[in-house]
């Protein structure tokens, strides 16, 4: 059973991003506002969930939260300043854009930085544990999904609307074939030869 709140904070946001190990697109994060009453039986860990649970939870989680939102950082600025750098980055903008504004931070995972004076705790495996850190799971990954479709469209051959850009053998042959599109992200090892030397 998720618990609802880790502190007695009034307004305690969970925050928690999707994408990191994508091989194209950005990383997406959400920041999510419970109220003290929310109650679902299917929340639970994104990863966990079917596509068709996250997209049921999605209109739920927006309806009922007292604030959310979420936020891309693109793959240019991943190259530029690393997938961590990004995911966090991502997490403080989506924190910025709440009001009211949490008065306390709880995260999936175990790194973070600061977010202005507020306090934060990291939480493994938080989106299995607390319901605000699934609600953000949820957000980020459907949110992130749906830009991935998008962007299907304009570069069906990669079939990012079946993958969304992770590393799956059919992209990676993609990317043999046609080469790197201007969404991949060109600090990761897009292939697994890319690093080995020729002679």
């Known amino acids: 059973m998720l618990k609802i ?11 928690d991003e999707a994408g990191r190990g994508c091989l194209a697109g950005p990383v997406t994060a959400a920041a999510v506002i419970l109220p003290d009453t929310f109650k ?19 209109p739920i989680i927006e309806n009922e939260a007292v604030t959310f939102a979420f936020s891309h950082v693109f793959q240019e600025e991943i190259d530029e300043i690393n997938i961590l750098n990004a995911s966090i980055l991502a997490m403080h903008q ?43 799971s949820i957000l980020a990954k459907t949110s992130r999904d749906a830009y991935m479709n998008r962007i299907h469209e304009e570069f069906p051959m990669y079939n990012w ?33 890319q690093l080995k030397l020729k002679f």
């Open 5 to 15: 709140k880790k502190t007695e904070y009034a307004y305690e946001c969970g925050t």
């Open 40 to 58: 679902n039986a299917i929340l639970n860990d994104s990863k966990q969930l079917s596509e068709l649970k996250r997209d049921v939870l999605k």
């Open 94 to 136: 989506a924190i910025e854009k709440l009001n009211p504004k949490p008065g306390f931070i709880i995260v999936d995972g175990n790194r973070f930085k600061p977010y202005l004076k507020i306090p934060h705790e990291t939480i493994i495996k938080g989106d299995s544990k607390f319901l605000s850190i699934a609600a953000a």
């Open 161 to 193: 609307k079946q993958n969304k850009g992770y590393p799956t053998k059919e992209h990676r042959e993609a990317i043999r074939t046609y080469g790197i599109t201007k969404y991949h992200r060109k600090s990761f090892r897009l292939l697994p030869e």
